[in-house]
């Protein structure tokens, strides 16, 4: 079965950095566009960033482009989001994504991911 674990997050101050990892299973992870999302306290998900299958190309939300970098290792089955010069906005539950079409590569929609993660909480304050 699907399944997709993330790690990587926790406190960090404004400015600093932290870098999420997801680790996937149960599928062919070079074979499907994968994403980060998150959702902030009482707030709705928002999609952040994602990356074409083979990562030749990476697309981000206005709100973190030029402080995210979203990339992936198919040979590892991971998933990685870096992420610098951070927010106290960017407080919220990040979670990994695959996309439900296989060989689709800009996907931005919520609904056109099928799998989740767990999340992970990443925290900014001073």
């Known amino acids: 079965q699907v399944q997709l674990v993330e790690s990587g997050g926790g406190l960090a101050q404004p400015g600093g950095s932290l870098r999420l990892s997801c680790a996937a299973s149960g599928f062919t992870f070079s074979s499907y566009a994968m994403s980060w999302a998150r959702q902030p306290p009482g707030k709705g998900l928002e999609w952040v960033a994602g990356i074409y299958t083979d990562g030749s190309a990476t697309y981000y939300a206005d709100s973190v482009k030029g402080r995210f970098t979203i990339s992936r290792d198919n040979a590892k089955n991971t998933l990685y989001l870096q992420m610098n010069s951070l927010k106290p906005e960017d407080t919220a539950l990040y979670y990994c994504?695959?996309?439900?079409?296989?060989?689709?590569?800009?996907?931005?929609?919520?609904?056109?991911?099928?799998?989740w993660g767990q999340g992970t909480q990443v925290t900014v304050s001073s």
């Open positions: 994504a695959k996309a439900e079409e296989i060989n689709s590569d800009y996907v931005t929609q919520i609904k056109d991911y099928d799998y």
